[in-house]
């Protein structure tokens, strides 16, 4: 049954839909910088600090470690980002959806009262009917 309503509960599913795949590439994009954190910090513990050889390997060793620990550092920033950026689309998805399911609520509610208006209609029409064939035996 036609509402005044489908042309908005359409738009209002798009909107979730687009919300929705928004949310899973914030999530899609927090855990591939977890990811690569666990690659880093695995990378710093298995790292080796030469114990004997020249200054240059000794002080090389240090730099590797020391662009290690700032690219860490650079992936928790943003993995911060990421999860404020997973939180903020996470709060529109869940606007997104409730603002779809009250339009789905108000279509409903508005078919339910043509349908209760057509059973109205219906049973005032028996009704007439039932008077027409009483009153025309009563002739």
């Known amino acids: 049954m036609k509402s005044k309503f489908d042309g908005i509960v359409k738009v209002k599913k798009q909107e979730l839909d687009y ?3 928004v949310l899973v ?3 899609d994009n927090e855990r591939r910088v977890q990811k690569s954190i666990d690659e880093v910090v695995g990378d710093i513990l298995a790292f ?5 050889g020249n ?3 000794i002080a090389q060793s240090r730099e590797t470690l020391l662009i290690l620990r700032k690219h860490k550092r650079h992936l928790d920033d943003e993995l911060i980002k990421a999860k404020m950026h997973v939180q903020n689309t996470q709060r529109l998805y869940e606007e997104a959806n409730k603002e779809y399911e009250k339009m789905i609520y108000l279509k409903e509610e508005e078919i339910s009262k043509k349908i209760k208006q057509i059973q109205r209609q219906e049973q005032l029409d028996m ?3 039932a008077l027409q064939l009483y009153a ?3 002739s």
Not at 48 to 52: D, E, H, L, R
């Open 48 to 52: 080796q600090t030469p114990n004997k």
């Open 25 to 27: 590439k914030a999530k």
């Open 136 to 138: 025309g035996r009563m």
């Open 127 to 129: 009704d007439e009917t």
């Open 19 to 21: 919300a929705e795949s």
């Open 55 to 57: 200054f240059a390997l």
